[in-house]
């Protein structure tokens, strides 16, 4: 039975305030539930300043220059494997990996891309290789695209990494000039 009132339906009224009071009971309690109260914080590791200053140190980085990279960096560990790898697994020394991972936002993928196109293709040190990691925004496409480019073409190594460092989103290649 519905009793009407001023033109509204109270049974309606009163099933859409329970509806409401509902939500908003739920909406109230969601600041409640935080890590806090569920008994487990969110996993931040330390940054590892001791680790990133003794693999330097143990790949030939003078002290000073360890300490000075390390303690500036955001994140000291990932630097310290970029310097430690890029200086054992291919010829280019730790000094010339050290300004490279030193100054690049993703010094791991720098590593990678590195040493990866060193693997398939070169026997000496290239600087031209780490120089192109580290100044590509995505290393581990860029050292993708010169493996698999040189892979399937005849192309020489040195076009490859000229050529995938140029290719970035271009608009006027995709779209005519006067659009723009």
């Not at 580290?134 to 496409?141: A, C, D, H, T």
Request: hydrophobic letters at 45%; glycine letters at 6%; aromatic letters at 6%.
């Amino acid at each position: 039975m519905s009793i009407t009132l001023d033109g509204f339906s109270v049974k309606r009224v009163a099933m859409g305030m329970a509806t409401a009071a509902s939500f908003s009971a739920a909406y109230l309690a969601l600041p409640l539930l935080t890590w806090s109260s569920i008994g487990a914080a969110p996993a931040v590791a330390a940054p590892d300043y001791s680790g990133c200053t003794a693999g330097m140190m143990d790949v030939g980085i003078s002290e000073a220059d360890a300490i000075a990279a390390c303690a500036s960096a955001r994140y000291p560990g990932n630097l310290g494997s970029c310097v430690v790898d890029v200086s054992e697994l291919t010829p280019i020394t730790a000094d010339k990996a050290l300004i490279v991972c030193g100054r690049s936002r993703r010094p791991l993928e720098v590593a990678d891309c590195t040493i990866n196109i060193h693997a398939a293709f070169f026997d000496s040190a290239s600087a031209t290789t780490l120089e192109n990691c580290g100044r590509s925004l995505l290393p581990e496409q860029y050292g993708s695209c010169v493996v698999d480019i040189v892979d399937v073409t005849e192309a020489a190594v040195d076009t490859a990494l000229t050529q995938c460092l140029r290719a970035g989103f271009q608009p006027w290649r995709i779209r005519p000039s006067e659009v723009f």
